[in-house]
């Protein structure tokens, strides 16, 4: 049985698979999830990003709302599981390389994460029971094509 710090680190590589799949990152990330799975193996690598690409084209595959929802949370729980299996079989000396290398792949996947910036000027506005009445300006920048 796996400790809690590790079921996390498996947590967050599952998602760290489904957020990068379709982002410029998703070849460096999908091969070093490849590589972790694959334990040096040329075959088993192989595989692994066969199951990678399958992961990505589900992702793309789902439509909006509920169904893509739903297609995400089956693809983080189905690595989160795959990773756990494979920490719980690793000797502890292994284990620990091989969570370094995950919380390596959780952070190039949080870097892709598009930053949002959200700035409300209501400098000539009048508030009247939670209600905004007058004019202001609003800007609102995403930063996806960054």
Same mark, same amino acid.
């Given at each position: ?43 088993? +690598? =192989? ?6 690409? !399958? #992961?990505?084209? *589900?992702?793309?595959? &789902?439509?909006?709302?509920? /169904? ?13 599981t795959r990773l756990e299996a494979l920490l719980e079989e690793?000797?502890?000396? +292994? =284990? ?6 995950? !919380? #390596?792949?959780? *952070?190039?996947?949080? &870097?892709?994460?598009?930053? /949002? ?30």
């Open positions: 049985m796996l400790v809690e710090g590790l079921v996390a680190v498996a947590a967050a590589g599952g998602g760290a698979i489904v957020q990068a799949a379709g982002t410029d990152a998703w070849n460096g990330i999908r091969g070093g999830f490849a590589r972790i799975f694959g334990r040096g193996e040329a075959g088993r +690598e =192989q595989a692994e990003l066969e199951r990678l690409d !399958q #992961t990505q084209a *589900a992702l793309e595959a &789902a439509q909006e709302g509920d /169904e893509a929802e739903r297609v995400q949370i089956a693809q983080v729980s189905r690595w989160q690793l000797p502890e000396a +292994e =284990q620990r390389q091989v969570v370094a290398e995950l !919380q #390596t792949l959780v *952070a190039q996947a949080e &870097a892709t994460k598009p930053n /949002e910036t959200v700035h409300n000027d209501f400098s000539r506005a009048t508030f009247t029971n939670s209600q905004v009445l007058g004019s202001g300006s609003m800007t609102v920048t995403n930063n996806y094509d960054k």
